[in-house]
């Protein structure tokens, strides 16, 4: 079965830092893009950030760029999503996704469970 | 960055209506187009991809068209389990994907 589970997820303080990991099984994970996507309570759904297959190129949204910091360890099967100088605005569950293609259109075909961050004092 | 733009934010129906959501490029994103379900407290799913390919395992009650900036998901006939929010999402731009503010089905 395909499947993706976060972890990593928390209440912290605004400034403070945190790691979201996201677990990949069942599928050849050094083979896909992998994204971030997040949904703060009772909004829609934002592109946070981006990485390729081998974690060579990545991506981010302006509104975490310079705080945020996506990676991936292949050999381990897992993506990261290192947080800092967080901010109330980044208060969301934030969902990792695996990017598939389909007739030439890439799209974000599975979905984690999500991982719930709220920033507050 | 392109913009995409749904209507009716939200929208109220029986089951066994069809229903049609609109949603908008703010440039010609060609057949970049995908449509996603979510449920409360549940993840999105994935329902149709290039703008018109259903994604294996969804019924066929549900359907897309449209390409350059304009497009539509419409259900055919409702059921109880479709009552959810819908998200177009354009991926002209890959990897910098944004979706619409989503589209809430709701029962009459």
């Known amino acids: 079965e395909v499947q993706l589970v976060e972890s990593g997820g928390g209440l912290v303080q605004p400034g403070g830092s945190l790691r979201l990991s996201c677990s990949a099984s069942?599928?050849?994970?050094?083979?896909?893009?992998m994204h971030w996507v997040r949904q703060a309570p009772g909004k829609g759904l934002e592109y946070v950030s981006a990485?390729?297959?081998?974690?060579?190129?990545?991506y981010y949204a302006d509104s975490v760029k310079g705080r945020f910091t996506i990676s991936r360890d292949n050999s381990k099967n897992t993506l990261y999503l290192q947080m800092s100088s967080l901010r109330a605005e980044d208060t969301a569950v934030y969902y990792c996704v695996k990017v598939g293609a389909y007739a030439a259109v890439t799209t974000l075909d599975i979905w984690g469970q999500g991982t719930m961050v709220t920033v507050s004092s | 960055d392109i913009q995409m733009t749904q209507s009716p934010s939200s929208l109220s129906a029986s089951v066994g209506d069809r229903v049609t959501i609109t949603c908008r490029a703010s440039?010609?994103?060609?057949?970049?187009l995908n449509w996603y379900q979510q449920k409360p407290g549940k993840a999105p799913k994935l329902l149709i991809y290039?703008?018109?390919s259903l994604q294996s395992g969804v019924p066929s009650r549900f359907s897309g068209s449209g390409s350059g900036t304009d497009f539509t998901l419409t259900i055919s006939s409702l059921q109880p389990e479709d009552f959810a929010t819908y998200y177009c999402?354009?991926?002209?731009?890959?990897?910098?994907?944004?979706f619409g503010q989503g589209t809430k089905l709701e029962i009459k």
């Open positions: 290039a703008a018109s």
């Open positions: 999402q354009q991926s002209y731009s890959a990897p910098r994907y944004t």
């Open positions: 069942g599928f050849t994970f050094s083979s896909y893009p």
């Open positions: 990485i390729n297959s081998n974690g060579g190129s990545t």
């Open positions: 440039q010609s994103i060609s057949s970049y």
